[in-house]
């Protein structure tokens, strides 16, 4: 393998090695949340973010063995910082659903913003191109998702 290509192999890995952290620490902020929220619903669309963040984490560490690089770590402390803020949130604004829907939100809107730029800073096989931006378009509904059932909290 030239050199150029290993660099581009190397930057690939690496931005995938940090997208599939993002998305193991939103699978674990989604679990966090569900276990912080006793409306059985909403319980229930956390529980399936969780499941689809780590499909999305599953698709990514495919796609890191195909490239023959050994996906890293389980999660960042930056996110157990967040989930023992939601921890914090939750005991202070006690059955505050709208705050631990604002924090999942706040999650989220991060994890589109390195999505975005990991695609607009890198040139990736187009197959690799059509999973993450199947992930961001995925990412972007949650986003709408929360800020409606967000809004419907306010009213109550």
């Known amino acids: 393998m030239n050199a150029e290509k290993q660099k581009l192999n190397l930057e690939l890995t690496e931005t995938l090695q940090k997208l599939l ?3 193991y620490d939103a699978e674990k902020g989604f679990i966090k ?7 059985t619903e909403l319980r ?3 529980q399936r973010q969780a499941v689809k963040r780590n499909h999305f984490a599953n698709q990514l560490d495919k796609e890191l063995h195909a490239l ?3 996906p890293e770590g389980d999660g960042s402390l930056a996110a157990d ?3 023992i803020w939601i921890d914090v949130k939750s005991i202070i604004s006690k059955d505050d659903i709208s705050s631990v ?10 994890s589109a913003e390195e999505y975005e730029n990991a695609l607009e800073e890198h040139d990736f096989p187009q197959h690799l191109r059509t999973v993450l931006n199947n992930q961001l378009s995925q990412i972007y509904h949650t986003i ?4 409606q059932l967000d809004d419907i909290a306010k009213l109550r």
């Open 44 to 46: 229930g669309f956390m």
């Open 21 to 23: 952290v993002k998305n």
């Open 68 to 70: 023959n690089a050994r």
């Open 144 to 147: 709408e998702d929360l800020q």
């Open 33 to 39: 949340a569900m276990q912080e929220i006793e409306h």
């Open 81 to 83: 910082l967040h989930r």
């Open 101 to 110: 829907l604002e924090e999942c939100m706040r999650g989220e809107k991060m």
